[in-house]
């Protein structure tokens, strides 16, 4: 679906355009395209990081392998939802390798007895690619 750019502007009238602009672009996401969805529980809290996974048992996996166009990564701390972060899978695949190459991030086994490798990704860091990628 096409969707009409509207330019910044501080009249309310426009701005409201905008916003229907972009919560009509959210329930086609919802509606219509395949969402990965991953929740990360408590740890994150602690650690700061978000956890990743590109493989199960040695064969690639998770975001490796997804078909989804978007991918849905939610943070969850004592039982209730705090946020959801939400990326093109596209752009997360640039994001986790741009990082890892930066030494931003790092590889790690994790999961069920130590059978995922995961990209651990501090938050702080989600945002300090986004003009590399």
Known sequence: MNYKMVQFN??????LEFGEIREQKVADIFLNEKIEVKTERDTWF???NIAIE?????????LRTTES???????DYNGQQFCTLMFEVATLRK???ELLDQEKA????????KQ??????PISKIFTVANQI
Not at 10 to 15: L, S, T
Not at 55 to 60: A, F, I, L, T
Not at 106 to 113: A, E, P, Q, T
């Open 10 to 15: 501080k009249n309310f009238k426009h701005d």
């Open 69 to 75: 166009k978007y991918w849905m990564h939610i943070l």
């Open 116 to 121: 995922s490798t995961l990209v651990l990704i």
């Open 46 to 48: 602690t650690t700061g």
């Open 95 to 97: 994001l986790v390798n």
């Open 106 to 113: 790092v590889i790690k086994m994790g999961g069920d007895d």
């Open 54 to 62: 590109i493989k199960y048992r040695n064969e690639d996996s998770g």
